[in-house]
């Protein structure tokens, strides 16, 4: 299973939550619902270097995708999805 790391609030996050609404392989996660899921985002984004690109233009990094392997990806086309 892939989980989504986001918020309903960012359009690219709900973009993508619309895509995978109704299916078993997505996981969606909102890091706003309950600090758990922020520090759980926060540690990725703090020791990933996917992120890097992300913290260095000063965005986010959501939505964010957690592949079964524990690889990181940010580009939704990585899983799959537009």
Known sequence: MITV???PSCPDCAA???QIRGRED???VDIGAHVVHLKAFLHLR???PEFDEARRM???GIPCFVLEDGSVTL???DVGLE
Do not use: I, L, S, W
């Open 58 to 60: 000063g965005y986010a």
């Open 75 to 77: 580009d939704p086309k």
């Open 26 to 28: 997505f996981r969606m």
């Open 5 to 7: 790391y986001g918020m």
């Open 46 to 48: 703090d020791t990933c």
């Open 16 to 18: 993508v939550e619309e």
